[in-house]
Nanobody, 119 residues
């Protein structure tokens, strides 16, 4: 089992920045993709950004050029740097780990961290 713990959410004014962190409880074996998702009230959870084991990245169109995902494998941690934040970025942000090890895929989710952007 892997536990994911997010941190870094909070309240920020529009145009401001936040950095989210997601720390895994142990080193991840096998192939993994780590990503950030968000869910606003009344909306479906959506992918914000993801990074695969080979460091290829994928971003939602709405955050391209403003958000950057990165990972520190030595710390088992993935980050989401969020710049030029907009009120529509307000949501609960969740970290997700998709892990393939010995032919078995397992998905893990963090508990979420809230981001509120005031106008």
């Amino acid at each position: 089992q892997v536990q994911l713990v997010e941190s870094g959410g909070g309240l920020v004014q529009a145009g401001g920045s936040l950095r989210l962190s997601c720390a895994a409880s142990r080193r991840i074996l096998g192939i993994s993709t780590m990503g950030w998702y968000r869910q606003a009230p009344g909306k479906q959870r959506e992918l914000v950004a993801s990074m695969a084991s080979g460091d290829s990245t994928n971003y939602a169109d709405s955050v391209k050029g403003r958000f950057t995902i990165s990972r520190d494998n030595a710390k088992n941690t993935v980050y989401l740097q969020m710049n030029s934040l907009k009120p529509e970025d307000s949501a609960d942000y969740y970290c997700k780990l998709e892990n393939i090890y010995l032919g078995t895929r397992t998905d893990y989710w963090g508990q979420g961290t809230q981001v509120t952007v005031s106008s």
